[in-house]
């Protein structure tokens, strides 16, 4: 992974019942919108297949799920 984060467009389909979940969540917490919805929860997956992905991967995915749900962003000065 880059150390600097690029944006990419994504499309995806989901099921029906997802998506109305997401958006009763988002209706209720308007801190989040749905690009932290997905940052986390695509973080989180991956953090918790970490034996498929590489540690520098694994170490980015974790910081992106610290930002994302805590709002805590780690530069490189406070790694190891």
């Not at 099921?15 to 308007?30: G, H, K, R, T, V």
């Not at 297949?49 to 910081?63: F, G, L, M, T, V």
Request: contains cysteine; aromatic residues 8%.
């Amino acid at each position: 992974m880059k150390s600097e984060s690029t944006n990419v467009t994504l499309s995806v389909e989901l099921e029906e019942e997802i998506y109305c979940c997401m958006q009763d969540f988002l209706a209720s917490n308007p801190e989040w919108n749905q690009k932290l919805v997905i940052d986390a929860s695509m973080s989180l997956f991956l953090m918790q297949n970490h034996r498929q992905i590489k540690p520098e991967d694994y170490q980015a995915c974790s910081q992106k799920y610290l930002h994302s749900v805590c709002g805590v962003a780690l530069d490189s000065s406070t790694q190891n």
